[in-house]
């Protein structure tokens, strides 16, 4: 089946450090992938994407690279800072099941000062 | 703004009760989801519609039911509500292409008493 696993969280880090977080997926095909981000109190916002193997997504400082060898998506940031602090998804979609998403179980992130 | 728009933004009821919850998608797309966010079970994929037509069913309840208008707009109708049943209840859209990412609004959030 299609699915998406996620590293557990909560991540708690000081301003300024490295972020990783973990993502691999299953999927029957050729998936498109995607990092959400839900901040207190809002819906979840598209923080990047990825279509096809070896794209890398950015945005705001965060960045992914589609990795087919090793069915992985993992989320980057160089320096975090306190208004990074939410939860992150990744997420697939696949056009042969009729763009369904498939979403990880979320991963909280606190920074601070 | 992600172009979604949810009423209402929160919702209190009691047991037994029914309720309506209406998402407008983003202008020209016609696929529209729908989740629930709970603390203990993450974001679950309730139901999809395309254009009207239902597409896709996930973690649905037979108490609850969904439809999309001729306007594409939407809405998510909640029966013999349980205090389990609250939760946030997204709806998101997209243009339903192979790529296209998910929209999500801001979510209603249900209080069963």
């Known amino acids: 089946g299609n699915s998406v696993t996620q590293m557990e969280g909560p991540v708690t880090l000081s301003e300024e450090a490295f972020l990783t977080i973990n993502c691999t997926y299953t999927?029957?095909?050729?998936?498109?992938l995607f990092w959400y981000v839900q901040y207190p109190g809002e819906g979840l916002q598209l923080l990047l994407k990825a279509t096809k193997a070896d794209d890398k997504g950015s945005n705001k400082g965060f960045e992914a690279t589609y990795r087919k060898e090793t069915t992985s998506f993992h989320l980057e940031k160089g320096s975090v800072q306190v208004s990074d602090s939410a939860v992150y998804f990744c997420?697939?979609?696949?056009?042969?099941?009729?763009?369904?998403?498939?979403f990880g179980t979320g991963t909280s992130l606190t920074v601070i000062p | 703004d992600s172009g979604v728009t949810q009423t209402p933004k929160h919702l209190i009821t009691a047991t037994g009760q029914r309720v309506t919850l209406r998402c407008s998608p983003r202008?020209?797309?016609?696929?529209v989801y729908w989740y629930q966010q709970s603390l203990d079970q993450g974001l679950q994929f309730l139901i999809q519609?395309?254009?009207?037509?239902?597409?896709a069913k996930g973690n649905i309840l037979e108490r609850f039911s969904a439809q999309q208008f001729p306007d594409l707009h939407s809405e998510l109708n909640l029966s013999s509500l349980e205090l389990g049943d609250s939760a946030l209840y997204f709806c998101a859209s997209s243009a339903d292409r192979s790529n296209s990412p998910l929209h999500f609004g801001n979510g209603t959030r249900l209080t069963v008493t």
């Open positions: 999927a029957t095909g050729y998936p498109s």
């Open positions: 519609y395309y254009n009207g037509e239902e597409r």
């Open positions: 202008s020209g797309d016609l696929s």
């Open positions: 997420a697939l979609t696949l056009s042969i099941t009729g763009n369904q998403f498939y």
